[in-house]
Each structure stands twice: as C-alpha cells, then as structure tokens.
C-alpha cells in the first residue's frame, strides 16, 4: 500500500512532466545527508552521488541548447549564460517554484534550522532530482522540464540584460543602505497553464521600484530587478 508521501511525490512528479522515473532513485535524490545520518543508513541512501551526475546532465542540455539556439554566440557569452542558468540561485528559484521543498527528508533538526529554505539544499535536491530522471532513462523529460523553466531566463541572459546578475546587484545595494532586502510580488498571471506569463513588481522600503514579466516567476524577478537597478542608476 503506497503511504501519503509516496503518492504525493508521483503525482508531483507527473504532474512536472516527469513520466519516466524509478521511484526509488527519485526518493534517494530527495533524501538529504542529515536524514541518512539520523537514523543510521549509508551514504548512498542520499542524495549526493544523484547531484554529481545531475549537475552533468544539467550542463548538458544546458549547452546543446544554448549551442543550437544562439549560433552567432561565442564560447564566452554562452560559457557566461551557462553559468549563471546552472547556478545555485537560479536552481533554488526553479526549486521553489515547483515546491520541491515539500518532497525532502531531513532530520527534524535540520528542518527547525530552515532547511527547507537553504538555497544550497534546494539546488542540489534539483540536480539530484535531475540525475535521478536520466538515469532512469528519462532524458527527454528533463530536456523539456529544463528549457520550460529556463527559456525566459535564457533570453534576458543572451540580450544582455539580467546577465548583470540583477537581483543579486539589487540586494546588494539595499543591503549597503539598510538591512531591508527587496520583496518580489506575483501581482498577476495570464494565459493557460502550460504557457502562461507572470506579472511581478520589486519594492524596497514599501516603495514599489519596478515591474517585471516572464514565462516563469523566476524571469519575471530577474526583469523587475533589471529595471530596478537602471531606476536607481545601480547599473546603466
């Protein structure tokens, strides 16, 4: 008899487009090292061999797309785009977007320390998540799964625009001024569900400084701090 979880993890996953998966190397990828380490199991019962592998695959696809979508860029601009796509920041957002958080073991004590939050936990249950699917002979689904929610991002990178790491500049700055951070609010979204568009606006201070959109939440963020950082002159 399949328990809460594991029918929630499979209609997560399907329901992300991920149709081809041994389930257990899937609960492995979303098994945190603190877990393991409470209750006594060996090391290849988390998630850290899946995260190597799905840091490869992620690469990968990453650069054929990049390769085969933008022709007249060179190795540094597209070497430049991976990285930022492939980072810890970018991955966490996906991450959160799709509520992966829901789906990791950790120990209680690590959850009590916001483990579910940690960007670092985040991007590597991703890969792991990733790693897991491929090998599982599911390649074609995190092909699709990984243009989805990068596209928007991807195109901002390429025409130069959040290539300036914006949100991060953004922070930064706020930060040098006070210790308020930026808040990102998803003010609308239109179109159907497998193509829609996110509306969102970046204040500071409980000012609002600008509006962004995109394809996922994540692009829309980075647009909105793009523009806000030329409002307040942080970038030209």
Request: charged content about 25%; overall charge negative.
């Amino acid at each position: 008899m399949q328990s809460d979880y594991e029918k929630g993890l499979k209609k997560f996953l399907e329901f992300h487009g991920f149709k081809t998966y041994d389930y257990n190397l899937v609960e492995t990828a979303l098994t945190h090292s603190s877990y393991i380490y409470d209750r006594g199991l060996k090391y290849t019962a988390c998630y850290e061999r899946l995260e190597f592998l799905g840091d490869a695959v992620l690469k990968l696809i990453t650069s054929e797309y990049l390769y085969r979508t933008f022709p007249e860029a060179d190795e540094g601009k597209l070497t430049q785009i991976r990285s930022v796509i492939i980072s810890d920041e970018v991955l966490a957002g996906i991450a959160m977007e799709i509520n992966i958080a829901d789906y990791i073991k950790m120990s209680e004590s690590e959850a009590r320390d916001g483990g579910r939050e940690k960007h670092s936990i985040l991007a590597c249950a991703m890969e792991a998540l990733l790693g897991a699917v491929y090998i599982s002979g599911g390649y074609k689904d995190i092909e699709t799964f990984v243009v989805k929610h990068m596209v928007g991002l991807i195109d901002d990178l390429i025409h130069n625009r959040s290539v300036y790491n914006a949100k991060t500049l953004l922070q930064e700055y706020t930060q040098s001024k006070s210790k308020i951070l930026p808040v990102y609010t998803t003010i609308r979204e239109t179109g159907k569900s497998n193509n829609k568009t996110f509306f969102v606006e970046v204040s500071y201070n409980n000012e609002v400084l600008a509006e962004g959109s995109g394809k996922t939440k994540r692009s829309a963020q980075q647009e909105a701090a793009f523009l806000a950082c030329k409002k307040l002159k942080i970038i030209e």
